[in-house]
């Protein structure tokens, strides 16, 4: 069942970057549909929060979708090359933003090895943001995407895992190093023991 917009309109940024682990991104692109099941996430909670790009309530052009309220799709483009994947949540006005981080395969597997020039399954296909955006077909023109709409090209679903606490691993975010005592924040979680999460840091 595709997720409702309530489910992304809550407050808790933090709590939603838990509740994606488990729920499966869809896309329907180029007449191909492809599944993986979110395996990693990182919340960005603005305007606090000094990682966040819109840390002080920063409005530009790139981080206006930041303020709409939750439920569309950001993305934008790391190093000139990655294009990352982010699911804007909360109320209009209040930039939050879960970056998803690392997908498990689940549907058309030879279409992700080709979208990332891959040979065989590994752990790489998906594992890393640049990584799942590339194998999905998502790109920077997508931002703005609703991802509740019916007729929406990407979307989430809840497909009824339970995912206990306790299989939930917090730590640091990656590359957020000049982001002062906010690096330090422990919001980046993974699903234990997946082999296609990112590396730890």
């Given at each position: 069942m595709r997720l409702e917009k309530a489910f992304y309109l809550r407050d808790d940024v933090v709590q939603i970057s838990k509740d994606l682990l488990g729920k499966y991104l869809v896309t329907d692109l180029e007449g191909i549909r492809a599944v993986g099941r979110i395996v990693e996430t990182e919340a960005y909670r603005g305007p606090e929060d000094k990682a966040s790009h819109a840390y002080g309530n920063r409005l530009t052009p790139r981080t206006q979708v930041m303020f709409?309220?939750?439920?569309?799709?950001?993305?934008?483009?790391?190093?000139?090359?990655?294009?990352?994947?982010?699911?804007?949540?909360?109320?209009e006005g209040q930039p939050h933003a879960v970056l998803i981080r690392a997908l498990e395969p689940v549907e058309a597997l030879d279409t992700m090895l080709l979208r990332r020039d891959m040979k065989a399954m590994k752990?790489?296909?998906?594992?890393?943001?640049?990584?799942?955006?590339?194998?999905m077909g998502i790109q920077?023109?997508?931002?703005?995407?609703?991802?509740?709409?019916?007729?929406?090209?990407?979307?989430?679903?809840?497909?009824?895992d339970h995912l206990p606490a306790s299989d939930i691993l917090a730590g640091p975010r990656v590359g957020v190093d000049y982001?002062?005592?906010?690096?330090?924040?422990e919001w980046r979680f993974r699903i234990k023991n997946s082999t296609w999460t990112s590396l730890p840091r």
């Open positions: 709409e309220a939750g439920g569309l799709a950001y993305v934008y483009l790391c190093y000139g090359i990655h294009h990352l994947f982010n699911v804007v949540t909360g109320a752990p790489r296909l998906t594992a890393g943001p640049g990584s799942l955006s590339k194998a920077t023109a997508h931002t703005g995407t609703s991802l509740v709409d019916p007729e929406s090209p990407i979307w989430i679903e809840d497909r009824g982001a002062g005592e906010c690096a330090l924040w």
